[in-house]
């Protein structure tokens, strides 16, 4: 168990949809966990956008479900309905390097 597991179970018992967290300066994404960390469609999406400052980070060892892992600045446009989200991330130049969908359960 790790100091964040009862704040994880807490999103997902409660509904949650996202997470994001930014202190590593990478970008990363990891598919929808459940309440204990298992690959979950109806799960929590998190994402880790540490993709401004001073420098870059680096990835060590590949997490389970981690789908995307970039190393670039930018920042993430999220857009947010009632039913779904999307995401974009737009490097410094202005294009935009990674996107996605989901829907809220």
């Not at 060590?60 to 999220?78: D, I, Q």
């Not at 202005?94 to 996107?99: E, F, T």
Request: charged share 15%.
């Amino acid at each position: 168990m790790t100091d964040v597991d009862p704040l994880w179970r807490a999103v997902a018992d409660d509904g949650g949809e996202l997470v994001l967290a930014g202190h590593e300066h990478v970008y990363e994404w990891f598919a929808p966990l459940n309440a204990a960390g298992t690959a979950d469609a109806n799960g929590v999406r998190s994402f880790i956008v540490g993709t401004g400052g001073n420098s870059m980070g680096s990835f060590g060892t590949t997490h389970a479900n981690s789908l995307v892992r970039l190393r670039a600045f930018g920042v993430m446009k999220l857009t947010l309905s009632n039913n779904a989200y999307s995401w974009q991330i737009v490097n410094e130049s202005g294009a935009v390097i990674d996107s996605g969908t989901g829907t809220c359960h």
